[in-house]
Nanobody, 120 residues
Framework: QVQLVESGGGLVQPGGSLRLSCAAS????????MAWYRQAPGKQRELVAAISSGGSINYSDSVKGRFTISRDNAKKTMSLQMNSLKPEDTAVYYC??????????????WGQGTQVTVSS
């Protein structure tokens, strides 16, 4: 069994910063891509940022220049530093990872989500 646990969400004023973390645990052989998604009320879940096991990074246009994704392969963790937050960044943020449970079996896993609210 694989678990992804997010932490670091909360309430912040516009222009403020938050740092989200995701920790993977359980039966893990290795982890390929990891990513952060978010879902605002009434909207579809959208990709925020993704990072490969080799460190290649992609950002959505809406967060480029404000958010920074990183990961520690040895610790099986991923982070999202969010700066210059805007009210439109308000959403539940989810951690996603493509995990090789064994040499022959890979599956995508999701965390439970952490709420980020940007409001004055």
């Amino acid at each position: 069994q694989v678990q992804l646990v997010e932490s670091g969400g909360g309430l912040v004023q516009p222009g403020g910063s938050l740092r989200l973390s995701c920790a993977a645990s359980g039966s893990i052989f290795s982890i390929d891509g990891m990513a952060w998604y978010r879902q605002a009320p009434g909207k579809q879940r959208e990709l925020v940022a993704a990072i490969s096991s080799g460190g290649s990074i992609n950002y959505s246009d809406s967060v480029k220049g404000r958010f920074t994704i990183s990961r520690d392969n040895a610790k099986k963790t991923m982070s999202l530093q969010m700066n210059s937050l805007k009210p439109e960044d308000t959403a539940v943020y989810y951690c996603n990872a493509d995990v090789w449970v064994t040499l022959l079996f890979r599956s995508a896993y999701w965390g439970q989500g952490t709420q980020v609210t940007v409001s004055s």
